[in-house]
């Protein structure tokens, strides 16, 4: 299901996400082998936002629900306006 979900809010998401929560997500991410050296590194090396963000939501939903849950559970957090906006907090 997580899966699905960054795939339906994968735009939105790239347009959204800012560029301070994006780099927060990468450290979390990195911090909790979501992503590896090489991973980060090469969303490190992305020279704008949009690419970065793509580039994180692509490769984590490659790697299945429990890294996609990781993602939305983070996203939640920090962002809460943003998971509003795509759909991820229902109130």
């Known amino acids: 299901i ?9 735009s939105s998401f790239i347009e959204g996400i800012s560029g301070p929560v994006l780099k927060s ?3 979390k991410l990195f911090e909790k082998k979501v992503l590896t050296d090489s991973e980060r590194e ?3 090396d992305k020279h704008n ?8 939501i692509d ?18 957090e920090v ?6 906006h795509l759909g991820l907090i229902v109130t």
């Open 59 to 76: 490769t984590v939903r490659r790697k299945g629900e429990a890294a996609s849950l990781e993602v939305i559970e983070f996203l939640r």
């Open 25 to 27: 997500l990468l450290d």
């Open 49 to 56: 936002r949009e690419d970065k963000a793509r580039f994180v």
């Open 42 to 44: 090469s969303a490190d």
């Open 79 to 84: 962002d809460p306006f943003l998971c509003k």
């Open 2 to 10: 997580s899966v699905q979900i960054l795939k339906d809010i994968r």
